[in-house]
């Protein structure tokens, strides 16, 4: 291919260099000392305090490469993971940002430039949308930019609240927020799908690639808005969606990085067509992963931890769908080393530690994954339609399946979980526990609900609660 991942991320900076900007490291994984936010899901979270107004840099263009984790939180993509072309969980996001000094005309025109008259992209494959009464932002499209008005779409709040909209850009419940203005890419009229805010836009034709956030507002814990100090601008481009456009293929998963990753897990679980999506899963997986150790998150029974334990057992659980019996996941991360090391030196200097942490947990889910699986397939064995809640308690509480690895193999199969029978019988159980006196809260904390709706911080809370009840006898 004439981009590989690492022309296109030198390229982008190279770019914004020339622009006046700082070229800044990728933050972190998990986010200093912000408990409104699980894992670093865009470019901005680093620049969080700066658009407050309570940080101050000494510099107020940047551009970055951050390295974001959506399996947790606000932005959560871990279901999307082995069903679209266009969603990880680990992905790379370019970005660039203006703290109070140029504002949309520039971002939109600067984006323009790069995408067509650097990266080459064919301009009329590309689309833009504004926030529905984002007339600045409309006229800056077709007048300045000259895209044709048929190909900028205005997209609103379709949900009633004013700030719920696609176009409304939000890191979290609270904090800096604002409208945006995205830039998609049309793959073309063989794959399904439909041009942004139309009602096919879900599928995999029309990808968005650029999101162009107009950072205006600071989103208070009621809903209601306060004005930024300063406008400022905040962008965010998929490295993945971008490198799949320029490597003239359509889905993320058919890039150089991925498909060296895939090779590789075809390789460790003995797989020929590497078209399975499986692979794709346990080749998303390993990066989160492996990027989540390197970072200092280890599985465990709560809050981060629980998502890696979570992310880490779904990989396993599909290397034991394509045949494998023992470890093999673990084998996969010197392979990532080898792809990824050189634009990650903290990644290539936790190599042992990663495969070690890795090794460890999936020993630990083989000892009772078959068991499992036997149970589950049990469950299902007569064509029902739902699982009951009590196996997928049973599964979660005495075979360490949580309940969306459950989930993860009931959806393939067009099985849905009693979630609310799951957590009757959670809460039974922790009744029974609390009052036989012998209460284990790592393992009444051991849950997580499904993915999307995981709340971190509410068990988080919830442990705060139980060990006060500890405290007070
Ligand atoms: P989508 O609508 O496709 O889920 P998004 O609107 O949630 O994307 P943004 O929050 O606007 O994404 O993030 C900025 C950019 O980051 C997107 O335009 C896209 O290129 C990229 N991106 C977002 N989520 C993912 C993901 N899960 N995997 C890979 N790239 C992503
Ligand atoms: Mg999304
Ligand atoms: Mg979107
Ligand atoms: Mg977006």
Redesign the pocket.
């Given at each position: 291919p004439q981009f590989t991942v690492a022309d296109i991320r030198q390229t982008f900076l190279d770019f914004f260099k020339e622009r006046g900007h700082s070229v800044v490291a990728s933050s972190p994984l998990v986010p200093g000392n912000d408990p409104t936010l699980m894992f670093t899901?865009?470019g901005m979270v680093q620049f969080k305090d700066v658009f407050l107004g309570t940080d101050k840099r000494p510099y107020v263009r940047a551009a970055s490469v951050q390295a974001?984790l959506?399996a947790g939180g606000k932005?959560n993509?871990l279901e999307?993971v082995g069903y679209t072309a266009?969603?990880?969980?680990f992905?790379e996001?370019l970005g660039n940002w203006s703290f109070g000094d140029y504002f949309k005309r520039d971002s939109l025109k600067w984006g323009w430039e790069l995408l067509t008259q650097v990266y080459r992209l064919p301009a009329e494959k590309l689309w833009a949308t504004v926030y529905i009464d984002d007339d600045e932002a409309y006229d800056i499209w077709t007048k300045d930019i000259g895209l044709p008005p048929e190909r900028v779409v205005r997209i609103g709040d379709n949900k009633g609240a004013k700030y719920a909209s696609?176009n409304f850009?939000m890191m979290a419940d609270t904090g800096p927020c604002g409208p945006?203005s995205?830039?998609f890419y049309d793959h073309g009229p063989h794959i399904p799908g439909g041009p942004p805010g139309s009602p096919e836009a879900d599928g995999d034709r029309y990808?968005?690639?650029?999101?162009h956030?107009f950072m205006q507002f600071d989103m208070q814990p009621d809903g209601s808005v306060k004005p930024l100090p300063a406008p400022c601008v905040d962008t965010?481009?998929?490295?993945?969606?971008?490198a799949a456009i320029l490597q003239h293929v359509h889905s993320?998963y058919e890039i150089d990085i991925f498909q060296a990753l895939i090779a590789a897990a075809g390789r460790e679980t003995g797989v020929q067509d590497l078209s399975n999506p499986s692979l794709r899963v346990i080749a998303d997986h390993v990066r989160a992963t492996s990027f989540l150790v390197a970072d200092g998150v280890i599985p465990s029974n709560e809050g981060r931890g629980y998502v890696q334990r979570r992310i880490i057992r779904r990989a396993i659980r599909h290397g034991y769908k394509l045949g494998r019996k023992t470890p093999f996941f673990h084998k996969l991360v010197p392979d990532l080393v080898r792809l990824m090391g050189d634009a990650y030196p903290n990644l290539k200097a936790s190599e042992t530690r990663v495969m070690e942490v890795l090794k460890a947990e999936e020993e630990r889910f083989y000892e009772t994954l078959a068991n499992g699986m036997e149970i589950l397939d049990a469950a299902l064995g007569g064509g029902q339609k739902v699982l009951p809640g009590d196996v997928a308690f049973k599964l979660h509480d005495t075979y360490g399946f949580p309940l969306d690895l459950s989930a993860d193999v009931c959806r393939e199969r067009g099985v849905t979980v009693d979630e609310a029978g799951f957590n009757a019988a959670m809460e039974k159980q922790k009744a029974a526990g609390r009052a036989a006196g012998k209460f284990k809260m790592d393992r009444a904390l051991e849950y997580g609900g499904a993915s999307n709706k995981f709340t971190g911080y509410e068990r988080l809370e919830e442990q705060a609660r139980v060990v006060a009840v500890y405290k007070d006898g």
């Open positions: 899901n865009s974001c959506r932005h993509d999307n266009r969603h990880h969980t992905f996001m696609d850009w945006c995205e830039i990808i968005e690639i650029w999101n956030v965010g481009m998929g490295l993945e969606r971008l993320n």
